[in-house]
C-alpha cells in the first residue's frame, strides 16, 4: 500500500493539529507538515512535495486561487484541495479551474475527509457540492449517448465559456447551443449549468481541457 501524503495550509494552528490527529489513525495516510500563510506553503511544497496539499479559503479568494494555479505549475506532483468553511458554487468552479482537485469544507466528518483525500491521491475530482445523476423513474441512472457536439459543448462549458463563446468558437448560433445544452441535460440528468461543468471537468480529458 503507497503512502499518501498530506501537508495543510492553513491560519489557524488549530485545524493543522487537528488534521493531523486524524491522520494518524490511517495507515496510507501521513501527514507531513503545516503553514500559517500562503508564501510558507510554497515553502512546504519545496520541501515535501506531498501528494496533497489543502490551502485554506480564509486567506482569501484570489490570492488562494492566485495560488492553487502558481502550485499547480511549479509542483504538478502535488494535488491542491481548497479547504473552506464556506464556499460558492462559483468560486467551487473557479477553484477547480485554477488547478484545485478536491473542495473540502472544514466541517466534513472524518470519512468525508478521508474519502477526500484518496480520491484526489487517485487522480480524481472530488468535492461535496458535486451532484450525482438525477434518477428516471424506475430507479436507473439516466445518461444516453453523447454525439460529439454535445461532447464538444461540455469541454467549453467546463473552461468556462458562455454560450455566445461557444457559438463563436464553433460557427453556430447561439440558440443552437442553448439546445444542445438543453439535450445533454435531458440525456444526462444533469440540473444547471454548474453540475453540467462540474460534469465535465470531472469527465473531460485535462489535456482538452487545457486547449486554448
Known amino acids: 500500500m503507497s503512502t499518501i501524503t498530506v501537508c495543510a495550509c492553513d491560519s489557524q494552528p488549530i485545524a ?13 495516510l501521513r501527514f507531513l507538515g503545516g503553514a500559517q500563510s500562503l508564501l510558507n506553503g510554497l515553502g512546504l511544497l519545496e520541501r515535501y ?3 496533497i496539499i489543502l ?3 480564509a486567506f482569501g479568494a484570489k490570492p488562494v486561487l492566485d495560488w492553487i494555479a ?18 460558492s458554487d462559483v468560486e467551487c468552479f473557479r477553484a477547480f479551474q485554477a488547478g484545485a482537485r478536491g473542495i473540502l469544507k472544514k466541517t466534513a466528518a472524518v470519512p468525508a475527509i478521508l474519502d477526500c483525500l484518496r480520491t484526489v491521491a487517485s487522480d480524481q475530482i472530488w468535492t461535496e457540492t458535486l451532484y450525482g445523476p438525477r434518477q ?3 430507479g ?3 445518461h444516453r449517448a453523447l454525439t460529439p457536439r454535445e461532447h464538444e459543448i461540455i469541454t467549453l462549458v467546463a473552461r468556462g465559456l458562455k ?3 461557444i457559438a463563436e468558437r464553433l460557427a453556430i448560433a447561439t440558440g443552437t447551443v442553448k439546445i444542445h445544452i438543453m439535450h445533454i441535460f435531458e ?10 461543468a462540474m460534469y465535465g471537468l470531472k469527465n473531460v480529458p485535462a489535456a482538452l481541457l487545457a486547449q486554448q
Open 70 to 87: 502558481a502550485a499547480k505549475l511549479r509542483y504538478p506532483q502535488s494535488r491542491p484541495v481548497l479547504w473552506a468553511t464556506v464556499i
Open 136 to 138: 428516471s423513474p424506475s
Open 55 to 57: 490551502v485554506d479559503r
Open 16 to 28: 493543522v493539529e487537528g488534521l493531523r490527529a486524524v491522520l494518524e489513525i490511517s495507515e496510507d
Open 163 to 165: 454560450n455566445r463563446e
Open 187 to 196: 440525456k444526462t440528468g444533469i440540473r444547471d449549468r454548474f453540475e453540467l
Open 49 to 51: 512535495f506531498p501528494s
Open 140 to 142: 436507473m441512472p439516466r
